[in-house]
């Protein structure tokens, strides 16, 4: 339960040892509901945070008030920048405005022009997400960031266009088939997309390294292991964060289409699609990014 852990400033209130505890930490920080937080209730929470660093927080004030204050701070605030991020870029926004894009990239008979605008606009979206909630105290190049973009979008987009051709110029696939292929055509491409950015983006960090900690958090060195390792994570995270979302949909909706009572009423075909999105990308995402800790240990040789 959330007040059976003792509050602490920039910690969680679950094990992040624990793929459980990432998972229900990640949950909370996805919460579209600070989306609607007032400007007045985080300046209430920001206040109440400054307090509890001097120690003088309100005698009745619970471990939960400085839980969700916390909360609302880092929902909204970039913790290096110290502005307000924008609405649709915040992580708890990632599902609410991504969603829309989802189901636009599911959509049935996709020529090459919609293929195209869904695959560039998930892109850029995915794009201004890593922009905003990035580590800001580490200097990226806007080389990097434009190398990142364009390779991101340019292998989606050729991805998902050669699958799209490739199989409207397959022999012997009937139309119930080949209708059924094309709704997965979006996972390869987006996955590889993703993957293709974060190389392009960090790719410096392999030959430079990263900074390294001891257990206290005093950095002792850079290493280039540790950079290996954490693009190798980052990229698995990416590569599985689409799985569900774009796959969970197509099977769902493929099993829907086979029911005469479904087909006697295709006004509900769209609703049903962004439900199913819906849901698979708010599930998706904080497994996705739960599957490693966010401090990674290496051995020291």
Known sequence: MESERKFVLGGSKYDQAKFSGRFFHFLNVIDPRTLFTSNKKLEEAVLLLEQYKLGTIP???TDDDLWSAQKIKQAII??????????PFRMS???PFGSPIVVGLLLPNQTLLTTTFWQWLNQSHNACVNYCNRNASQ????QDIALGYFGAVSS???IALGL???LKNSKGLNPATLKLIQRFIPFPAVATASVCNVVLM????LSTGIEVCDEDGNVIGVSKIAAKKALQETAATRAFLPAPILLIPPICMSILERKQWFKRFPKFHLPAQVFFATASFG???PLAIALFPQISHVSVI
């Open 59 to 61: 005698t009745n004030t």
């Open 78 to 87: 970039h913790p290096d920048t110290g502005k307000k991020i924008p609405m």
């Open 93 to 95: 926004g990632f599902v």
């Open 139 to 142: 200097k990226t190049t806007t």
């Open 156 to 158: 989606a987009v050729g």
């Open 164 to 166: 799209n051709i490739l």
């Open 202 to 205: 960090r790719h410096t960090e």
């Open 283 to 285: 599930l998706a995402l």
